[in-house]
């Protein structure tokens, strides 16, 4: 039996009625609005990815290897089967997970992961469908569909988001594996953002789809480690995130064939204090929308699309590894026009950021201890 499915609405009044009255619900002051913060799962063991199944339960990636099905009252918890292998060293292991727009009618889910490889790992991109049967949940027909060829040892800058776009492609992003270089290299698929069909085939409107100057799957170049990514819902337009050396980290919203600049601009210097590259600028390189220095050490990213904080529909979120923390971004024609950090070192290292299906926003701390929280209007 395929996994039930119920609608999105009454998900959302479920998971309302259904909320634990024994987790702990902090409230705090922001510059807007008051909200409250809610612990919904715990005891994860560092939490990479997860979303929402349109019934309202949740799918979670464990950077480990390990994928759990959570049900919408959060009182049951299985682990899923058919995950594929990955290589959990640093930065890499299980990484993102998406539930398919058309789920409902699919059954599909998108993730990715570090995969093996006899010289290291790589990036690489999966579609599956999930199943539930005689209460086991499984992934069946697991595709790659986007794949880091070249792999590398060490385990650092993977990325990776994978983003399913309103024409149906599905976007992918990976990290330069700390070898700056191939970010500038068109046929190499690090430090860059990779558009495929949801098979895996090349979209004929890609930039280089015939394969001549470039790999065919390359939507854009010239980025350090993509660790999110998000649709703008006004516009359908992509937008990322990206870590910087030490400050740098960036917000750009990848057009096709253009070439963002790493590690020939940054706005950020190497570890060493060393200057990168030629400077800020340069001919040919596009130029960020917004940029923090010092680095917050982006991971998630997400328009808030919800209503249960009405100040905040519209607004960009990312979440911050090292300075743990929340930025809310406004976002006027296309431009960061201000920013209000939250929760800063209350929660630890924020990981994922997703719209839930109750309308507020939920977000992952990337700990041995970790844990799923729910931002929503103070009471």
């Known amino acids: 039996m395929r996994f039930p499915v119920s609608a999105l609405a009454l998900a959302g009044a479920a998971i309302l009625a259904a909320l634990p009255q024994a987790l702990a619900q902090t409230v705090h002051e922001g510059d807007t609005t008051r909200f409250a913060v809610t612990k919904m799962v715990d005891d994860l063991d560092y939490p990479w990815g997860f979303d929402f199944l349109p019934d309202g339960s949740l799918l979670v990636n464990e950077i480990d290897g390990r994928m759990w099905w959570v049900s919408a009252d959060r009182a049951e918890r299985v682990e899923v089967t058919g995950v594929p292998e990955v290589r959990a060293s640093g930065q890499g292991g299980l990484l993102d997970v998406v539930v398919a727009p058309d789920f409902a009618g699919t059954g599909e889910i998108f993730l990715t992961y570090s995969e ?4 290291g790992a790589g990036t690489t991109a999966a579609r599956a469908r999930l199943l539930r049967e005689d209460g086991n949940v499984r992934l069946a027909d697991v595709k790659v569909i986007a794949r880091m060829e070249t792999r590398t040892p060490g385990g650092r800058h993977f990325g990776s988001r994978v983003v399913p776009a309103p024409d149906g492609s599905v976007y992918v992003t990976t990290g330069d594996r700390g070898q700056a270089e191939r970010a500038q290299d068109p046929f190499d698929r690090a430090g860059s953002v990779l558009r495929v069909t949801r098979d895996g085939g090349i979209p004929a409107d890609n930039p280089h789809a015939n394969g001549e100057t470039a790999l065919p799957e390359m939507w854009s170049t010239g980025h350090r480690n993509i660790q999110g990514a998000a ?6 337009a992509l ?17 096709a064939g253009r070439n963002y ?3 020939v601009i940054s706005y950020g210097r190497h570890y060493s204090g060393g200057e ?13 929308l917004h940029y923090w220095d010092p680095s917050i050490a982006p991971s998630g990213m997400a328009f ?5 904080i009405p100040a905040w529909t519209g607004d960009l979120f990312v979440g911050a590894l090292k300075d743990q923390l929340v930025s809310r971004l ?9 920013e209000e950090r939250l929760i800063v070192g209350d929660y630890g290292r924020i990981r994922t950021l997703r719209n839930g299906p109750d309308g507020a926003l939920w977000f992952s ?3 041995a201890g970790g844990a799923l929280y729910r931002i929503s209007a103070a009471p």
């Not at 808030?304 to 249960?308: L, R, V």
């Not at 406004?330 to 201000?338: D, I």
């Open 116 to 119: 093996p490889g006899p010289d």
């Open 231 to 236: 649709i703008e819902p006004e516009t359908g």
């Open 239 to 255: 937008w990322t995130v990206e870590h910087g050396a030490r400050g740098g980290d960036e917000i750009n919203r990848p057009k």
């Open 261 to 263: 600049g790493w590690p």
């Open 276 to 288: 990168i590259g030629v400077g800020t600028s340069a001919e040919g390189y596009e130029q960020p």
């Open 304 to 308: 808030y699309t919800g209503d249960a």
């Open 330 to 338: 406004e976002v006027e024609a296309g431009e960061v026009t201000g």
């Open 365 to 367: 701390t990337d700990e």
